[in-house]
């Protein structure tokens, strides 16, 4: 009998230990990386690009779509300001959520740095559209469709992965000398107290060719 | 021997009523947010704190940096305030451009489950003892 209550007792023990699960652990930070030419310095040229001599500037219309073949995105894109606190507005956290075109920013294929952000997941709604921003290479290609029907093609100099800590605002938001597009989303290891990420994922291109 | 079988019914309610409590725990609210677009996070260092556009990045030349001193620069000297800015108002900080996925073993449902398996396993034991002592009593 006795034994009969001491395997109760076990049972007991174990049903406890599965029913208290512990929270993962989060992934050792790895160093920020960068993939391609060019440098962190604030408006330098981003050297030339893996695809030739840059495309003269079309005119100014703003975004309204953007593809990228290599990694699958082909997502609408909507008009994002500042925040009451100066920082960038993102997408909505809903499902499908589109790509955000920074209105503070050239609109895409004038001169300057144009800026386009998306999440890279979307909580309880998966994937977001820059899940894969991270595997893009230098010379792949970004389309964006204007509203005017004009299309501005971008070819990627460089991917950087870099802490939210040191995020380069002069690299992304500083003068250039040639039409430039920035794609940025997050990355990197995921805090462990709030789930959020601790990188941002910054893919540097410039205008290679334009449609009209 | 009726103390050992009632002691091991109450740690199975116990068991259960612990098992039970993490359930609870887990249900977090998750909602998403409403609003069409939210506002990413500022970072300590992350920008200029101005808000205002930051200036074009001045090439400054080093002063007696050299022997030469009183020589002209042999590097031209910025004029940042004559460039307008292409970005008219620079973000603060770096955008927040990721909600982390639910994983399935944040949810409440994967502790409830795991919880009510427990609960079954202690009822089929304390069951399986009351069972043997009857059993042994009227053998």
Redo the contacts between chains.
């Keep these: 009998m006795r034994a009969a209550a001491l395997t109760a007792t076990v049972l007991a023990s174990v049903a406890l230990t599965s029913a208290c699960g512990g929270a993962p652990a989060a992934a050792p930070a790895p160093p920020a990386a960068v993939i391609g030419a060019g440098s962190d310095s604030p408006s330098a040229p981003s050297g030339p690009t893996t695809a030739g001599a840059a495309a003269r500037p079309i005119a100014r219309s703003t975004p309204v779509r953007l593809v990228i073949p290599d990694i699958g995105v082909d997502t609408p894109v909507m008009s994002l300001g500042l925040a009451s606190d100066g920082t960038v507005q993102v997408p909505p956290i809903a499902a499908n959520a589109p790509a955000g075109w920074y209105r503070g920013s050239p609109t895409p294929g004038q001169t300057g740095p144009s800026v386009i952000l998306a999440h890279v997941t979307v909580g309880r709604y998966g994937d977001g559209v820059f899940l894969h921003l991270s595997r893009l290479r230098p010379g792949e290609r970004v389309t964006v469709r204007l509203q005017d029907g004009a299309s501005a093609v971008f070819a990627v100099d460089r991917v950087q992965t870099v802490a939210k800590a040191q995020f380069p605002t002069r690299a992304v938001y500083g003068n250039v000398d040639r039409p430039e597009l920035r794609l940025i989303t997050c990355g990197g290891p995921r805090d462990r107290a709030g789930g959020g990420y601790l990188d941002n994922v910054v893919v540097y291109a410039s205008l290679v060719s334009t449609a009209s | ?1 009726r103390t ?2 009632v ?2 019914v109450a ?2 309610f ?2 259960v009523l ?2 039970t409590g ?2 609870v725990a887990a249900g977090r609210s ?1 909602s ?2 409403p ?14 704190g101005s ?1 205002q556009p ?1 200036a ?2 001045t090439a400054t030349p080093t002063q007696g940096g050299g022997s030469g001193a009183g020589e002209p620069s042999a590097v031209p000297s910025a004029t940042p305030s004559a ?1 307008p ?19 399935a ?1 944040d949810s409440g449902d ?2 409830a489950l ?2 009510g ?3 079954a ?2 009822l ?3 069951g ?2 009351v069972l ?2 009857r059993a ?1 009593v009227r053998g």
Excluded at chain 2, 87 to 100: K, L, N, R
């Design positions: 021997m050992h079988v002691a091991a740690l199975t116990a068991a612990a098992g993490p359930a998750g998403a947010q609003s069409a677009v939210a506002s990413a996070t500022p970072t300590p260092g992350g920008g200029s808000g930051s074009v990045p460039m800015t292409q970005v008219g108002a620079v973000p603060v900080g770096a955008p927040d451009t990721g909600v982390a996925p639910v994983a073993g994967g502790t795991g919880a398996l427990g609960g396993v202690l089929a034991g304390a399986a003892v043997r002592r042994k």
